[in-house]
């Protein structure tokens, strides 16, 4: 068979044994790296053209001669032969100490027979093994395409988080969970469960095991799984999902042996990722911090210089336990999303936070349309990382650029929206700098204030103290009230009380803090100091 690998351990590949086996030869031993079932031939004690590596049947009429047609036809090149059944013991051990593959016919065969199922094998049996020779290493798209083909049956190849990495197209009747896991780029929570439930899980990422699935939810089709494993590590799964037509008969042992050669290339194609994304974080931070970037580098993020563009910022809501590799998987995360929906994108991680420069397609004119993408790449992102993650993200988007000189610009507007949206309570979401500015401005003219040594406003503190001392809630009171403009109606309902009992508070905060409410000037200004302060309520 053209191309075929011999295993590297001085024993025979179990491609060939599966030939041997499907042809009706029982092997008996020896090893060459070299044996071609391309060349296959009859014994001939004149030959002279024979092809080094050939395999040859030992069609003799006297089987005592066996041994020494064995040596002829290893001395002109032959790496195998093929001995009849008759063939003595003494012989038959002779001719396995020649170093030789050595194989032997069926009675129920003649040489002719032999010649003609050794072809049809050779031409039927898929051979894993040789998918090295015509897949670059990490290509896993090509990889998953040929074991597609070579397993009769659509392949799916996810990394150790179930995202998927990698898909052989298949045209045929819909299947709720292959689709599923395609579009969303990782397997659906509902097979997590239902390989968890049974331990299934746990046998893949433990051990070499092919698991055969046939209740999955939503009644799946059958399906084989066989983890990714690499020095005991667990890198994923390889799935292998029944099409319009049976999965054939030895499916589970040709999937083991896929499982070994895709997990070498997950390493190759993680290695590469890891590469590439530290290569490619360099330009991105470049970028943002207002570095020079050449156009070559820039296109080679995928970005095009003469775009719109726009910077998004992710960050945990838990910032503060965020460490490097939970930032590596949000990096992962994202890329993938924006791969899965064609989105020009680089990102990197700065701190605790991930941030991405997308490219933004033509939109029409106005700032809305891009606005209206970008936020929509925004909801994708945040919708797909909270799945991931299990908790809270927030992401906020800056506005857009025709300019790649302004990132570091969109980068401060996604910094201080992130900041704002933080200490909002129960943020979360997406956030745009469009919408949060006010409150962004509201905050640098407080911190302006707070900051100035000379201007100091310790009637609040006396309000806190009171709140603090006696229980009272004057401090909360007069936020929501400035906050309403004045609307005393309004601000008891947001605080739950009577309007009397508003317009007490009001007269006893007067009186206790020397506060004048009925000044424009101390409205706007502790209105202003109220709206910023954490503890105000």
């Given at each position: 068979m053209p191309?075929?690998n011999?295993?590297p ?8 044994k599966r ?9 008996l ?6 044996l ?7 014994y001939d ?6 092809l080094?590596?050939s395999?040859?049947l030992?069609?003799?009429e ?14 002109q ?8 059944s ?14 030789v593959?050595?194989?032997e ?13 050794l072809?049809?094998a ?17 290509d ?9 083909d ?14 998927v ?23 659906p ?48 799964l ?18 083991m ?6 997990a ?10 890891r590469?590439r994304a ?27 210089p ?8 992710l ?45 933004l ?10 606005l209206r ?5 925004g909801?994708g ?20 650029s ?8 969109l ?33 640098l003219?407080?911190?302006a204030?707070?900051?100035?040594p ?17 229980g009272?809630d ?9 906050h309403?403009?004045?609307n005393?109606r ?46 105000a309520?």
């Open positions: 191309g075929m011999a295993a351990d001085e024993e025979l590949s179990a491609a060939h030939i041997f086996h499907a042809a009706g030869l029982t092997y031993g020896g090893y060459r790296p070299d071609r079932l391309d060349e296959i031939a009859i004690p004149e030959s002279t053209d024979l080094t590596g395999l040859v030992l069609a003799i006297d089987p005592m001669n066996a041994e020494s047609a064995a040596r002829t036809a290893v001395a090149g032959a790496a195998g032969v093929v001995i009849g008759w063939t003595p013991q003494d012989h038959r051990r002779s001719i396995q100490e020649l170093g593959v050595v194989l016919r069926p009675p129920e065969l003649n040489w002719l027979q032999t010649v003609t199922a072809r049809v050779s031409s039927e049996v898929p051979d894993v093994d040789s998918v090295k020779v015509g897949v670059t290493d990490g896993l798209l090509a990889l998953a395409e040929t074991l597609a070579v397993l009769g049956g659509p392949i799916v190849i996810e990394d150790a988080r179930f995202n990495l990698a898909y052989s197209t298949y045209a045929g009747s819909f299947d709720h969970g292959r689709d599923s896991t395609i579009l969303g780029r990782r397997t929570q509902e097979w997590v469960d239902h390989l968890s439930a049974d331990g299934t899980l746990q046998v893949l990422a433990g051990s070499d095991s092919v698991v055969e699935i046939m209740d999955g939810p939503r009644g799946a089709r059958r399906r084989l799984v066989s983890g990714l494993r690499a020095e005991g590590e667990f890198l994923g390889l799935w292998l999902a029944e099409g319009d037509n049976p999965l054939r008969p030895d499916a589970d042992r040709l999937l042996e896929a499982a070994v050669l895709t070498a290339h997950v390493i190759h194609y993680q290695s590469h990722m590469e530290t290569s490619h974080g360099s330009v991105v931070k470049s970028l943002l911090d207002g570095s020079r970037v050449s156009q070559s580098a820039v296109e080679q993020l995928g970005l095009k003469s775009s719109r563009h726009a910077v998004l910022g960050r945990l809501r838990q910032a503060s336990d965020v460490g490097p590799r939970t930032t590596a998987r949000l990096i992962d995360t994202v890329t993938t999303y924006c791969q899965a929906y064609r989105w020009a994108a680089a990102s990197c991680g700065i701190g605790n936070a991930v941030y991405v420069i997308a490219d397609p033509k939109a029409g004119t106005t700032t809305d349309s891009y993408l970008v936020e929509g790449l909801q992102l945040l919708e797909t990382c909270e799945h991931a993650f299990g908790g809270q993200v927030i992401v906020a988007v800056s506005d857009a025709p300019r790649l000189n302004a990132m570091p610009g980068m401060v507007q996604v910094d201080r929206s992130l900041d704002h949206c933080s200490e909002q309570p129960g943020a979360g979401g997406v956030v745009t700098f469009h919408e949060s500015r006010n409150g962004i401005a509201l905050h003219a407080a911190d204030v707070r900051a100035d000379i201007l100091r406003f310790p009637e609040l503190d006396v309000l806190r103290e009171m709140d603090r001392d006696e009272t004057y401090v909360r009171t007069l936020k929501s009230y400035l309403s403009l004045g005393a309004v601000a008891a309902e947001a605080l739950g009380i009577h309007l009397t009992t508003l317009r007490y508070r009001l007269s006893r905060i007067e009186h206790i803090a020397g506060i004048d409410i009925g000044d424009a000037d101390t409205r706007q200004l502790y209105g202003l100091l109220l709206r910023v302060t954490p503890d309520g």
